[in-house]
């Protein structure tokens, strides 16, 4: 059974979220300002946890991030704002995915179960193997990967997009492919979560994220894995 912390300061929205995920068989906490939720992160243990954006103490954003700095659980962002600015910056701050207010629970309950299934049904895999280019390295079993022998932390989403480039290399995915399928549903005219996944990958995994030697662009096409060092075209 799969634990969920779900954290917003409106207490009705909070009963309401608590009540739909247990009917569907998981199990809940809930906290009410981003401290606790920081709190409530390092200490239960979770599967998944959804954040609200704006709260007292510590906003969404802040607790995120604090949330980073000890484990890579995935984090869907709830938020009343529909700007695209605060959706790429929930991102920067590690969450994994976004939702905005007033939302159906319906769609709420999709992601929760896409990132669910993603993050779980890769744990359990035991014959993943390990995938190599140069001094990047994947664990699919643990979920792990190293840059240059040393252990990087990625997001769920991270790991998921970087595990399909490298077990596809030299294959170029458009925004609206890598969306659909590591996501698992479709964004509308919000294909730049995908760059913004891109370059935090670029920053924990290359060498040189400015100059990248694997994860590389197709210039008005995609992005694709590159086995081969010296193609240096994007």
Not at 110 to 118: D, E, F, S
Not at 177 to 198: A, F, K, M, P, Q
Not at 208 to 216: F, G, S, T
Not at 224 to 230: G, H, I, K, M
Request: proline share 3%.
């Amino acid at each position: 059974m799969a634990k969920i912390l779900v954290v917003d300061d409106e207490q009705v929205l909070v009963k309401g979220i608590k009540f739909n995920l247990e009917h569907e068989g998981y199990q809940v906490e809930a906290g009410y300002d981003g401290e606790q939720a920081v709190e409530l992160a390092r200490e239960g243990g979770f599967d998944l946890i959804i954040l609200d954006l704006m709260m007292p103490k510590i906003d969404g954003l802040q607790a995120c991030m604090r949330i980073r700095e000890f484990s890579n659980v995935p984090v869907i962002m709830l938020t009343a704002k529909g700007e695209d600015a605060d959706k790429i910056m929930g991102f920067e701050c590690g969450a994994d995915d976004y939702i905005t207010k007033p939302f159906n629970i319906l769609e709420l309950k999709a992601r929760v179960r896409a990132l669910l299934r993603r993050s779980g049904a890769a744990v359990q895999k035991q014959s993943g193997g390990t995938l190599t280019v140069g001094h990047i390295r994947l664990d699919s079993g643990e979920r792990a990967a190293w840059k240059d022998g040393q252990r990087v932390e990625l997001t769920a989403k991270e790991f998921d997009l970087m595990e399909l480039l490298m077990r596809n290399p030299g294959r170029v995915y458009s925004r609206e492919n890598l969306l659909n399928v590591v996501w698992g549903y479709e964004y509308i005219g919000d294909y730049r979560t995908v760059d913004v996944h891109v370059r935090r990958l670029r920053e924990k995994l290359e060498l040189d994220p400015a100059n990248p030697e694997y994860i590389r662009t197709k210039w008005g096409v995609g992005y694709y894995l590159s086995n081969r060092a010296e193609d240096k075209n994007g």
